[in-house]
């Protein structure tokens, strides 16, 4: 079974402080690791996923098998960075298994 | 590219009837998805479809159908809606490759009454 834990539902930062989004993941065989945004009245889209290893909009995120977490990390958040993030993994059927999300608020 | 489109935005439906939602994926991708998304959730996965074929099914009652067509769009069918079936229904697109992304429609949003 392919399940996702993100533990925060809100959470609140003020503008440049550091932001750390938790995704914790059980899944027997080698998962693929994503991470999605939703910005206010915008489309689900794809921010990061751990195959390649880049960093978007300051964002990044490492995979860690042993803890199995694929935690989003950000050292300065800014307003625009307020949405929902969802962390997603895609096992060998292809399909993708979020979690619950995480709403940010980046306090001016 | 307009992405994948979905239709409609919006639907509000009785308790019993039945609903048919529907997708076009971005142009040169064969693979769609759905997902059912409730308030204050993240997305659950329904059906994914590739070919024309069924690829996977999540654990959704049979009210629940889909289809692809020969042009890769797609239909969502729900009979007999339930007050629960109320949810945002999106749609996902992708090459259909194992390392590919999927890129989301905007989702038709189901009220049921």
């Known amino acids: 079974a392919q399940r996702v834990t993100q533990p925060e539902k809100l959470l609140s930062v003020f503008k440049g402080a550091p932001v750390e989004l938790k995704c914790n993941y059980s899944y027997s065989g080698s998962p693929e690791l994503f991470w999605y945004v939703q910005y206010s009245r915008q489309r689900l889209q794809l921010l990061l996923r751990h195959i390649s290893r880049e960093s978007i909009k300051g964002f990044t995120a490492d995979l860690n098998k042993g803890e199995t977490s694929f935690h989003l990390k950000k050292p300065f958040a800014q307003e625009e960075d307020s949405a929902m993030y969802y962390c997603a993994l895609k096992g060998r059927n292809n399909r993708l298994a979020f979690g619950k999300g995480n709403q940010v608020v980046v306090i001016p | 590219d307009a992405g994948v489109t979905q239709s409609p935005t919006h639907l509000i439906k009785t308790r019993g009837q039945h609903v048919t939602l529907r997708c076009s994926p971005i142009?040169?991708?064969?693979?769609v998805s759905w997902y059912q998304q409730v308030l204050g959730q993240g997305p659950q996965f329904i059906f994914q479809?590739?070919?024309?074929?069924?690829?996977g099914r999540g654990n959704f009652p049979d009210r629940f159908s889909a289809r692809q067509f020969p042009n890769y769009s797609s239909e969502l069918n729900v009979n007999a809606l339930l007050l629960g079936d109320s949810a945002l229904y999106l749609c996902?697109?992708?090459?259909?490759?194992?390392?590919?992304?999927?890129?989301f429609g905007p989702g038709t949003r189901l009220t049921v009454l």
């Open positions: 479809y590739y070919e024309k074929e069924e690829r």
């Open positions: 996902a697109s992708s090459s259909g490759q194992p390392t590919d992304t999927q890129y």
């Open positions: 142009s040169g991708h064969k693979s």
